[in-house]
Every structure is written in structure tokens, then in C-alpha cells.
């Protein structure tokens, strides 16, 4: 369809919010068959969804709030969709110090078997104890003494998960509009009429359902413009993460205890830096777009000083970023302990056309997430749909035996004037779909002229036509992480080629 064309039939679904649950659900709902439109005001993955510690992982510490169901799932999720995307999700071990732990070895020795064994754990290897002072693991700490375990989770690109969710969805039928804002919703027996707010001005659909997906806007499109009252509530936290020059030597991450028991990550990122987060703090404000602060600052900077042997002051943080987590209001006294499971609020009204709405949730379980909206959905579905995602590759995780090192290898084989950076960089983005950019290019020069960075023009010009970005940060900062590596002047340059 072309962005000046809007449909005008009933749509079976309008789904309101471009992060990771809207763009899940979009896929599972296309792939079934449904007629669906999803809007997102501003960019895919350009709030929370790009703002997480980038983790598929079971949530060790959400054992310790009781959170069994959501941490089962989420585990069985993992070596799930680490199958299905191989390319943006890969394995990481991680160092849990036990030398300045508030909680007792036992306990989280008692966790981790838990969480070996809880959701059917298959290729990640399990959890080991081993010496500080002996292993290479305990070199970079300021404190070697007594005993770490460690265990395994997986890295996600995250805001690239959000893109290749939302192209799936595309190429099974569904229609994705960025920049599209929803501004009023009235509701009849039969449908929703929606009118959005879009560069060439108004805009009205209809969809028989209507799909509330807006993450810390769920509470303003419930109420504000669907007008629907509702007990659910939703409790808006704040988390921001640092970035700074590379800490430590090695693969492996850190999963750090403070002394307030909260949990801080320190991970390999972009090859040259560390990531440090996250925080958790009350937010009252509107959700827009927050930023870190001296508080959240001075907490992330103390808690790599009580950690590690190099000093790392405010001055060595390269970037930082902030997102307001979403999460169902459980009337918890603390942030870190509010539940990150995620629940689901159909509303008929009286007897009128359905809008399911959803509070909470987590990256790791949007695929499970979509399945029980649909499953929810069910009644109010004219026709009978299956269940279909569970090990349907996402767009470029086709590779055989879900093997990236044996994929790169032959990448390098086809390419072989490439350099090898610039090979795996693509290779991560987009899988077993670079040869849509590489085509039959033999050097970088054939990729048009480069903006800076490795960032040619043959990826530009996909990244426009195929997965929906429109401006400069779409490219640099959410597509990609290039915005950490580009010189001077890249985002000038590639914002006047879009121009044109």
C-alpha cells in the first residue's frame, strides 16, 4: 500500500503503539490472516522499547518476588526466540559476585538451580561456581575475594527486534504507519472509528477491534481518547542506563548486588564500551522522553567503584539513555519490586466493539504476550485462527542450525574484498537479508558513497524502504548503534540525502 493511501474497508484490528507488544502483536495477527493497521506516533522502538539493558533473560531476581510463572516463561521464551532471530540474539554469562552480596549463597545458589531448571534449558549452558582470585573473570574487580557464580542469559538489539517484528508483519499483510498519532476513537456494536493524525493531515479508519498498545500512554488512550473507565492502572518507572569506555577485558557481563538488594548490570557493548544499568525510579512526570539524572548518575558511577578496580568518573560517560517502563500498577511500596508480568484488559463496554489494553510486560515475553492477545481475542474474531509464531523465524534469522558463526563464515567467503568489520556489523543487523544490501557489490565503494562510519548508501536506502525509518535517529541510533561510532557530520549528511 502506498503512505498516501489509507484503508478504507473495516479493518479487523487498529493496533495504537510502534514498540515491542504492538509491533508482537501485529505479526501474530497478520500471520493469522486479520486485516491490521498499526500506528505509532513517533518512530518504531523510539521510547521504552529501546531503552531496556537489551536482555532476553528469565528475570533472576524477579524469583526473589515470587514472579515463578512470569520467570518460567520468560526462560522457556529465551532459547525460543534466540532460535528464531540468531542474528540479533546471542548467548551471555554472566559473573554474579557473591563477595558483597546482601543476600546469603544460599539463597541465590538456591535461584539459580531454579532458574537452570525451570524452563527447560536445552543449549545455554548451565550455572558454575567459580574462585575470584583464580579466574580470569575476577581480574578486572576491586575485591577478588571468596566465590562468584555464573549463569547464562542472551543480548538483544532490542529496538532491532521491534523493526524486524513490524517487516514480518508487513510482508504478511499488515499496514505500519510511524509518525501516525491517534487523536479521537468512538466506539458503536460493530467497530471503532478512529481518526489519526498523519503528515498530510487527518485521517479516519474503522477496525472492528481496537488494540491499546501505547506502553506509558496505555492510561491517555484508555481513558483520554477512548474514554473508557477502567480499574487497571498502570505505574510509570523510570530506568537509565550509562555508557562508558570499555571496563573490562572478555565477553562476559556482571550482574552486580547493592547494598539496597537492587540489581545493577555491567555488560560488553559496541565492542569499545561497557553498558551500566539500570536504575529504578518513581516517575511522575508525562512520559515523553526523560533523561538520566545526577541522582541516577552518582548511584550507577558508586556502583562501579565499589565493583571494579578502574576508576570511571562522571566526565569518561560517553551516552546515556532513558525509557519509562510501563508497569502494571500492583500497589508495590517499591519500584524494584513493582511485578513486570503483564496483564491484559479486554473492555466490551456494553456489549459494544472490543479495545484490549495492556499494562506491563517485558521483551522477553512480547512473542507470548501477542499469543494471549489473540487468545483474548478469540470471541470477539469472526474466524477461527492457530497459534503460529512459536519457531517462525524473524526476517533474517533463517540460518541454518541457527548458526551465525557458520553464516558469517560463508558471508566472508561470497565477499571476500569486504572488510570483515564491516561484514559482521551487517551480518548482525540484518542475517540471512544482507544480500538485499550487499547484492553484487565486491568492495564498499560499490555500496554508494559512505556517510560516515561504514553507514553507505545501499543500507540507508534499505533501511527506508523496508523498515520504516524516516530521520536520522531512526538510522543511527535505533536501526543501529552507528550514532556511537559515526564521525563529526554523519547525521548532517544523512539527514540532507533523506531530504532529497
Known sequence: MDMNDWPTEMLDMLIVGGGINGVGIARDAAGRGLSVLLVEQDDLASHTSSAST??????????????????????????????????????????????QSPRSGWMVRLGLFLYDHLGGRKKLPGTETIALKTDEAGTALADRDGRAFVYSDCWVEDSRLVALNALDAAERGA?????TRLVAAKRTR???????????????????ILVNAAGPWVGN????????????????????HIVVPRLYEGDHAYMLQNPDRRIVFAIPYEG????????????????????????ETRYLLDTIARYFSKSV?????VWTYSGIRPLYDDHAANASAVTRDYVLDVDTGDDQAPILSIFGGKITTYRKLAEHALAELAPHIKRKTAAWTAGAAL?????????????????TTRYPAMPRPLLRRLARAYGTRVAAILGTARTPADLGPDFGGGLHRAEVDHLVAHEFARQVDDIL????????????????????????
Open 54 to 99: 537489551k536482555l532476553i533473560h528469565g528475570g533472576l531476581r524477579y524469583l526473589e518476588y515470587g514472579e515463578i510463572r512470569l520467570v518460567r516463561e520468560a526462560l522457556i521464551e529465551r532459547e525460543r526466540l534466540w532460535g528464531m532471530a540468531p542474528h540479533i540474539i546471542w548467548p551471555l554469562r554472566f559473573v554474579l559476585p557473591q563477595n
Open 175 to 179: 499496514t505500519i504507519r510511524t509518525r
Open 190 to 208: 460493530d467497530g471503532w472509528t478512529a481518526t489519526l493524525a498523519t503528515d498530510n493531515g487527518p485521517q479516519t479508519v474503522r477496525a472492528r
Open 221 to 240: 488512550v484508555l481513558s483520554g481518547i477512548a474514554r473508557v473507565d477502567s480499574d487497571r492502572g498502570v505505574r510509570l518507572v523510570k530506568g537509565s
Open 272 to 295: 569499545d564500551y561497557t553498558l551500566i544499568g539500570t536504575t529504578d525510579d518513581p516517575w511522575e512526570g508525562p512520559p515523553g522522553t526523560p533523561t538520566i539524572d545526577a541522582e
Open 313 to 317: 568518573a562522571e566526565a569518561d560517560i
Open 395 to 411: 526476517p533474517g534469522g533463517d540460518m541454518p542450525d541457527a548458526d551465525f558463526d557458520a553464516f558469517l563464515a560463508t558471508l
Open 477 to 500: 541510533w535505533r536501526r543501529s548503534k552507528l550514532g556511537l561510532h559515526v564521525p563529526p557530520g554523519t547525521g548532517e549528511r544523512v539527514a540532507a540525502y533523506l531530504a532529497k
